[in-house]
């Protein structure tokens, strides 16, 4: 299906309805929402299954707890993760990526592993960059 | 290989050199290049062929001046991008992906793509998810 578009946001591709390189596209913040600053992370560290808050949070070093929440809500808005509140004491919320959520959370997470996959060559290339700059 | 990782971020898999889920790792700062605001776009407007930064700019649409140049020069010193200054009156610089920038492209466009196929089911899950925080 993508090897038809001769290339992604071509103005002159009259097929695609909807288009993350068009400043208005809706798709655009969807993007964002999925490979923005948390949420590539937060999808793949559900992709091994479902995770209550605090242990997502631990999975996703770094991330603010109300970081977490507001990518959390994004991701859940778009449909991509499910809220599962258990009527407990205290009260259990589990996340969980949806059926859509897997399959943008499989993408999300060859680009991970193809970049950790990388890093020595990226480390070089940043060692070469640096020095050219010094000369 | 990256289906003998049991999850990603996992604490005991001793496996992984680099790992974007900790916080200390230098792949999270190349994650961030790559998929950050403006990295996908760009990387996957050069994924058919080499641009002059005005042609880039017109392509990624909504993106100033200052953060593509911010995006190009990250995605540059990890090596992903290629800038090609000619020696000609006024100077043309074309940018391209580098063989490693084509394969993170690769796999950023597969994402894209399927956000953008998939944008008539995040917008139904947003109507709902909207219905019910208004009851």
Not at 54 to 68: D, Y
């Amino acid at each position: 299906m993508t090897t038809t578009r001769r290339y992604p946001g071509d103005p002159e591709d009259p097929g695609l309805p909807y288009n993350a390189f068009a400043k208005e596209c809706p798709s655009r913040g969807t993007l964002e929402h999925v490979t923005g600053r948390w949420g590539a992370l937060t999808l793949g560290a559900l992709s091994g299954g479902s995770l209550r808050f605090n242990e997502l949070r631990r999975r996703v070093g770094g991330v603010s707890e109300k970081m977490l929440s507001q990518t959390l809500h994004a991701l859940e808005r778009d449909g991509l993760v499910h809220r599962e509140a258990q009527p407990t004491n205290p009260p259990r919320v589990d996340y969980e990526l949806t059926p859509l959520g897997h399959e943008a959370a499989r993408r999300v997470l060859s680009l991970i592993h193809f970049l950790e996959d990388s890093m020595d060559d990226v480390l070089l290339a940043r060692e070469s960059y640096d020095a050219r700059g010094a000369r």
